[in-house]
């Protein structure tokens, strides 16, 4: 079994390698710490440190974890400000379909790419969830983030919708397995009883494209990296396919921040 250095002194030693990897990066932080310190004192700091490593490999390891571990949670909290400031443009919009009450106070927004398996994969889950949560306003934000495929998804769906079939059209799409093509689009809307030539027609329609510009712009605004994505109120935001429970646990969580 390996030995471990003392608790205390891997603390030590941890917060010296972040503070040396923030010298190496030149923030704020790291130009006032290499004017605070001597060039011996420096010098006996790596030294101690080299020592460590030897000792205790996964202290750097856990360093950079810490480092990843903050740089997450900033990125994070900047993505927040920006559904504060623009809160009418995610959650109040009325360009996206709202699932479940339309008046709920516990607001989600969702951003999900048709093309996506894990977003197929949470759909059953969204349904339960908003069958089980009489308050839960639930915002669909529909972005075409895999491809060209995912564009022809994406203003199928959204044309479905200027004919009251949204969700109806969106399950029926999400869960054919054939090739995307203009007439798998075709077949379906004829599958779901919507007048397939209209459907087609209107994705090209203005407000098909405007809605998906917009979503887009509004996912490159919090710096989404992958879908889905849920954004819980203005108080956290969760990418992944995350299990129901970790959903009615965050639902949990808004509930009692409100």
Do not use: W
């Not at 079994?1 to 030149?26: D, E, I, N």
């Not at 060039?39 to 990843?68: C, F, G, M, W, Y």
């Not at 994070?76 to 009325?94: C, H, I």
């Not at 306003?137 to 004919?163: F, H, W, Y």
């Amino acid at each position: 079994m390996k030995k471990l250095l003392p608790l205390s002194f891997r603390r030590y030693a941890l917060a010296g390698v972040t503070c040396l990897s923030l010298l190496s990066v030149g923030t704020p932080f790291g130009h006032a710490a290499e004017t605070s310190f001597t060039p011996a004192q420096r010098a006996e700091i790596v030294t101690i440190l080299r020592n460590a490593l030897k000792t205790d490999p996964s202290i750097l390891s856990d360093a950079i974890t810490a480092l990843q571990t903050q740089a997450a949670a900033r990125k994070t909290s900047s993505a927040l400000d920006v559904v504060k400031r623009d809160r009418a443009k995610f959650g109040q919009s009325n360009t996206d379909v709202v699932l479940g009450n339309p008046h709920g106070t516990l607001e989600v927004v969702e951003f999900y790419d048709p093309r996506c398996p894990y977003c197929r994969k949470v759909l059953a889950d969204l349904d339960t969830l908003v069958a089980s949560e009489p308050d839960l306003r639930l915002v669909e934000k529909i972005v075409p983030v895999l491809g060209a495929n995912s564009v022809l998804d994406t203003q199928a769906i959204l044309a479905a919708g200027l004919q009251n079939a949204y969700s109806k059209f969106q399950k029926a799409l999400m869960s054919d397995s054939a090739s995307p093509s203009t007439d798998r689009i075709r077949r379906v809307a004829q599958h779901v009883g919507l007048d397939a030539d209209r459907l087609i027609a209107d994705m090209k329609n203005p407000k098909v494209l405007d809605t998906m510009r917009q979503n887009l712009d509004l996912a490159r605004s919090i710096d989404l990296e992958g879908t889905p994505t849920f954004v819980i109120g203005d108080k956290e935001i969760i990418p992944g396919a995350v299990s129901l429970e970790e959903l009615k646990a965050a639902l949990a969580r808004l509930r009692k921040a409100q």
